[in-house]
């Protein structure tokens, strides 16, 4: 199975802070890569698919880069709406591994 | 717009079964195909397995192998995700989600369902 591996596990952010997340995959998978956000007792939200292009009806703050291996998911000025836990997921093959997640929490 | 509208809560006990429905509106599930992923109580998201309805086939992670069927009825629109031999360790909210390919990600998401199991 391929391996998603993102950093930090959590972080303490102010609003209007930059945050940037990243996401590191056991073997190259190209850009089969997507980015979700998860509220408690919601259902997951795709933010970012195939690893920079913006899902219809997401905020502009919200980007993604990368390809291979590496990825990451930039927050350009957090809002009080953002608070939540991120998690990647590749598709590259099956397994469609998550990442283990990354918290975002008010500072 | 599509909708995913998954079935209510269930409790039932350990070594019994449990199958979730998903019925999808708006759209033609022909086009696409259907995901499962659970939550565990302070876990992260685990992908379980998935269907594209058109082709009949699903496939499934390797550690629920042999012990989750997935399946898809196009008549009614509607996936199906039934789990056996279940253990506490199966308590989890379990998602559908549209998978329109590998390019593309889980773009609509059911309401999610609480499964506890418990003796």
């Known amino acids: 199975d391929i391996q998603m591996t993102q950093s930090p596990s959590s972080l303490s952010a102010s609003v209007g802070d930059r945050v940037t997340i990243t996401c590191r995959a056991s073997?190259?998978?190209?850009?089969?890569l997507h980015w979700y956000q998860h509220k408690p007792g919601k259902a997951p939200k795709l933010l970012i698919y195939g690893a920079s292009s913006l899902q219809s009806g997401v905020p502009s703050r919200f980007s993604g880069s990368g390809s291979g291996t590496d990825f990451t998911l930039t927050i350009s000025s957090l809002q009080p709406e953002d608070f939540a836990i991120y998690y990647c997921?590749?598709?590259?093959?099956?397994?469609?591994?998550f990442g283990q997640g990354t918290k975002v929490e008010i500072k | 717009q599509v909708q995913l509208v998954q079935s209510g809560a269930e409790v039932t006990k350990p070594g019994s079964s449990v199958k979730v429905s998903c019925k999808a509106s708006?759209?033609?599930?022909?086009?696409?195909?259907f995901s499962w992923v659970r939550q565990a109580p302070g876990q992260g998201l685990e992908w379980m397995g998935g269907?594209?309805?058109?082709?009949?086939?699903?496939t499934y992670a390797q550690r629920f192998q042999g012990r989750v069927t997935i399946t898809a009825d196009e008549s009614t629109s509607t996936a199906y995700m039934e789990l056996n031999s279940l253990t506490s360790d199966d308590t989890a909210v379990y998602y559908c989600?549209?998978?329109?390919?590998?390019?593309?990600?889980?773009?609509?998401w059911g309401q999610g369902t609480l499964v506890t199991v418990s003796s």
């Open positions: 269907i594209t309805p058109i082709l009949g086939t699903a």
């Open positions: 989600a549209r998978d329109e390919g590998t390019d593309r990600g889980f773009d609509y």
């Open positions: 708006g759209g033609n599930i022909n086009t696409y195909g």
């Open positions: 073997q190259s998978i190209s850009t089969y």
């Open positions: 997921q590749q598709s590259y093959r099956t397994p469609r591994t």
